[in-house]
């Protein structure tokens, strides 16, 4: 079955640690994304890559990093510079951006402070 | 400036009850809309969409939205709801890119 896979689910990070979630992507979709989602609010765009060797900073990119080298593949690196790193990550992907199809969601990463 | 808004951040309703939840955009023109689904834990799931067309579109799950061009609005609907709809529900609005409403919790009581 087609679809988006993250890895992993939970994850723990020291101060001062960079780590990376993983978001791979079978679909063959052009377009991918990754999201925050903080308790009781919505979604936010981290970074979103439209094509492979591109990307885009989103709403919230400081202290985040990406690469997009596949394109069925677009890791996030949650570097030192961000401060408050605790939060539920969701990568996604789509047919283009823009377009008129949706986006299809992963199953997120949590990742917590210890 | 784009937004998306959902009024009620929970809602409570019993099981087999009918149920709306309300979500109203904001953007110049007609965007693509979207109801997503998110249980504890999980992504989101795509409940419905509509880009152009018929107003009342239907989804998965037996859920269906009207859109309403006068109102900004793209209402989320179910004539009988059953406990495993308990979940957040995210409206979405696409112009350039996605933008979510704040989400509302469904509770569900037996």
């Known amino acids: 079955d087609g679809g988006i896979t993250q890895s992993p689910k939970y994850l723990f990070r020291k101060e001062g640690q960079n780590v990376t979630l993983s978001c791979e992507q079978n679909l063959n979709h052009d377009a991918m994304y990754w999201y925050r989602q903080d308790p009781g609010q919505g979604l936010r765009l981290i970074y979103y890559s439209q094509i492979v060797n591109d990307f885009q900073k989103g709403d919230i990119a400081e202290g985040y990093s990406v690469s997009r080298e596949k394109k069925e593949s677009f890791p996030l690196t949650v570097t030192s510079a961000q401060k408050n790193p605790t939060a539920f990550y969701l990568c996604?992907?789509?047919?283009?951006?823009?377009?008129?199809?949706?986006?299809?969601f992963g199953d997120g990463t949590r990742l917590s402070i210890l | 400036a784009q937004s998306v808004t959902q009024p009620d951040i929970h809602i409570t309703v019993s099981e087999g009850a009918s149920l709306e939840l309300r979500c109203n955009y904001s953007y110049g023109a007609t965007p693509y809309l979207f109801w997503y689904v998110q249980s504890p834990g999980q992504g989101l799931q795509l409940l419905l969409k509509y880009f152009s067309g018929d107003t009342l579109v239907q989804g998965i799950k037996g859920f269906e939205a009207e859109f309403k061009r006068s109102q900004s609005s793209f209402n989320l609907r179910k004539p009988s709801v059953h406990w495993s709809d308990a979940a957040e529900y995210f409206c979405?609005?696409?112009?350039?890119?996605?933008?979510f409403g704040g989400g509302t919790r469904l509770m569900v009581k037996p």
């Open positions: 996604a992907s789509s047919a283009g951006q823009g377009s008129n199809q949706p986006q299809h």
């Open positions: 979405a609005m696409e112009s350039h890119m996605l933008t």
